[in-house]
């Protein structure tokens, strides 16, 4: 490999308005990766007592603690006034479809096994969460790169 | 949209006299951005086979399949566990030594399919396995084994934050980031680093989920 092969050309990667416009950004990506921890943590608990009595406060305060979280990222992009909307929005409705999907056939898999009803809307909540946070997550990241101005 | 990734034709986005937008910045010399092959960020002609495998997946838990369940849930982990270490110990290197127009030709190729086939893995490992372990008794908490199992889901959980969390979003910035008139080179290079490293760290972290599965499966 030659130097001049990995060698950047000029002008090409320099900081743009993108890039200076990150530090007034609200802090979504780490609050909406703790979110997705929460659910995936409140699933493994549950999953780990299937089969006998499940002891349910501690997947219930992870649920709720995700909710509000999830609340508060919704809010804190709401507040932000230079986006590319028209990016975000058309990221997130594909996204959302496409989650919605995933979670759908997990949740047929949970009504097929008869799960009990206690779980299973505790499994619902955490699917709903999961279907919101990620497509979230998605959206954001792509607008966050992209100029305000963007369609 | 369609999938035109793999055709030789490439849409020069470089300097051009009528687009002001393609104009070299100040200082560049006359150079500006590599060119960008022509390419859609989701590759409309696979979805069909997503559809088809989603399908699949859905009649083996219908049925409950022992022989269809098994299949589903090796064949998908097989292959997610074997591209997210190719990924991240193979691949990865030699894109880093790659001159920076052949990584945009090769990721303007390469992650829009990503794009499809890494969440229809993981559908299809995780849906199916959930599914075979309640039908074989091992989910059950009096299983001998059952704290493997739960270990499993554990490295499981911390595959799927990463993976959802930081690999994704990387991989789908990079590709929005590609379409712009004038792509940021030096952001998309910081993105795939984030994509090749969180492959590299699920990839080795699917070698524990092999030992915990390949250890159950000879109890």
């Known amino acids: ?43 493994i608990i549950v999953a780990a007592q299937y089969g006998r009595a499940a002891h349910l406060t501690i997947p219930t305060v992870l649920l709720g603690v995700a909710a509000v979280l999830l609340l508060v990222n919704a809010v804190l992009i709401a507040r932000i006034s230079a986006f590319a909307w028209p990016v975000f929005f058309r990221v997130l409705g594909w996204a959302l479809l496409a989650y919605c999907v995933i979670a759908g056939i997990l949740e047929y898999v949970f009504v097929y096994d008869h799960t009990p009803a206690r779980l299973l809307a505790l499994f ?12 979230l997550m998605l959206a954001y990241s792509v607008a966050r790169w992209q100029p305000v101005d963007a369609s | 949209m369609t999938d035109t990734a793999v055709e030789p034709t490439v849409r020069t ?66 292959l997610w566990t074997s591209l997210d270490l190719f990924l991240g110990l193979v691949l990865g290197p030699i894109m880093g030594s790659l001159s920076i127009p052949a990584r945009v030709e090769f990721t303007t190729r390469f992650m829009p399919k990503m794009l499809l086939i890494m969440p229809t893995l993981v559908a ?63 952001r998309i290079g910081r993105l795939m680093k984030v994509f090749i490293y969180t492959a590299g760290i699920t990839g080795v972290l699917q070698i524990a989920t092999i030992l915990i599965m390949t250890f159950l499966a000879s109890r």
Do not use: C
């Open chain 1, 1 to 43: 490999m030659t130097t001049a092969a990995t060698a950047t050309p000029p002008g090409f990667g320099e900081p743009d308005a993108e890039d200076l416009r990150q530090a007034d950004l609200p802090p979504v990506m780490p609050i909406a990766i703790v979110t997705l921890a929460l659910v995936v943590s409140g699933g």
């Open chain 1, 124 to 135: 619902s909540g955490m699917l709903v969460l999961f279907a919101i946070d990620v497509p």
């Open chain 2, 124 to 186: 299809m490992t995780l849906g199916a396995g959930f599914q075979l372990a309640r039908h074989v008794g091992n989910l059950d908490a009096s299983y001998p084994h059952h704290g493997w199992l739960v270990a499993s889901f554990v490295v499981v959980g911390i595959m799927a934050v990463i993976a959802l969390g930081l690999l994704e979003p990387a991989n789908l910035a990079v590709l929005f980031e590609l379409k712009k008139p004038q792509p940021n080179g030096e």
């Open chain 2, 13 to 78: 986005e470089g300097p051009s006299a009528t687009e002001p937008a393609s104009t070299p910045p100040p200082g560049a010399g006359g150079h500006g951005p590599p060119p960008v092959p022509s390419f859609s960020i989701v590759p409309v002609r696979a979805l069909p086979v997503v559809a088809a495998v989603l399908i699949g997946l859905i009649v083996a838990i219908g049925s409950n399949n022992l022989w269809a369940l098994t299949f589903f849930h090796v064949a998908g982990g097989g």
